[in-house]
Each structure stands twice: as structure tokens, then as C-alpha cells.
């Protein structure tokens, strides 16, 4: 099982190392030591942490769809042209891109600044892992 260090455990959930040690220390966050005597989480325990505290923004579209992995964000940035848009959204900490027609995006009134949902579903997802092998 992979032990995790506080700093990266941090790191990884976008908080402080202050945090994830009030986190510990509340009992919030189970945690034992390694042989030097720092704090370390159990990288199953961090993963059950980080469902449970996972709570996304609402869909505000309500749609119903087969598509599990769609991420409520803000529209950023906007580059069209005559027949093709790039547009750019930040969904938390993760930018995501989409290239549609250009009269698409106008019809769904993308611009800088709306919320929207990037929904994405695809047939090959490519996890890497430092250090890992094939």
C-alpha cells in the first residue's frame, strides 16, 4: 500500500500542510508514522478521505447522461473564428479545452464568465503513475 507524506498529501488535495495536520491531529484524517517518526497517510485512507469529502458544484444544466465525468466550471477564454472555437474553462484546479464549431459555442452562449459543464467520455484514458511500470 503506498504511504503518503503530509507535504504531498497536501499537495495533491490543494491545501496547505497546515491543513491536512489540523486535518490529523481533529482525527479527521487517519495517520501513523514511518520509521523516522514523520506523519504519513495510508494511500487508501487518503483516497477514501478525498470521496468523502468530494463535493462538486451542482450541474446546472440538470441533464441526465451516460456520461460520468463531467466537471462544472467557469468559461475563461473564447477564440473563434468563421467556423471553429477553442474554448477554454476552469473546472477547480484542472483547465479543460474544447474545439467546437463556432456556431455551437454561440448557441450555447459560451463566452467568458458562464458556468458550464465539459462533459467527457472517452473510449481510451491513459492513467500514468511516476515511476511506474508498464
Do not use: H, Y
Not at 468523502?52 to 466537471?71: I, K, V
Not at 474553462?89 to 474544447?98: L, R
Not at 458550464?116 to 500514468?128: D, F, G, L, Q, S
Request: hydrophobic share 45%.
Amino acid at each position: 500500500m503506498p504511504i503518503i507524506r503530509v507535504k504531498d498529501a497536501a499537495v495533491l488535495l490543494g491545501v496547505s500542510d497546515d491543513t491536512v495536520r489540523r486535518w490529523i491531529d481533529s482525527g479527521t484524517l487517519a495517520s501513523t508514522k514511518d520509521e523516522t517518526g514523520r506523519k504519513v497517510i495510508a494511500g487508501e485512507v487518503l483516497a477514501a478521505f478525498v470521496r468523502d469529502q468530494a463535493d462538486p458544484p451542482a450541474d446546472p444544466t440538470g441533464a441526465s447522461s451516460s456520461a460520468r465525468n463531467r466537471l462544472v466550471g467557469l468559461v475563461t477564454k473564447v477564440t473563434a473564428d468563421r467556423v471553429m472555437a477553442e474554448v477554454e474553462m476552469q473546472c477547480g484546479p484542472f483547465t479543460v479545452v474544447s474545439l467546437m464549431s463556432s456556431a455551437s459555442a454561440t448557441q450555447l452562449g459560451l463566452e467568458p464568465g458562464a458556468v458550464a459543464v465539459a462533459v467527457v467520455k472517452a473510449t481510451n484514458v491513459i492513467i500514468e503513475t511516476p515511476g511506474g511500470t508498464s
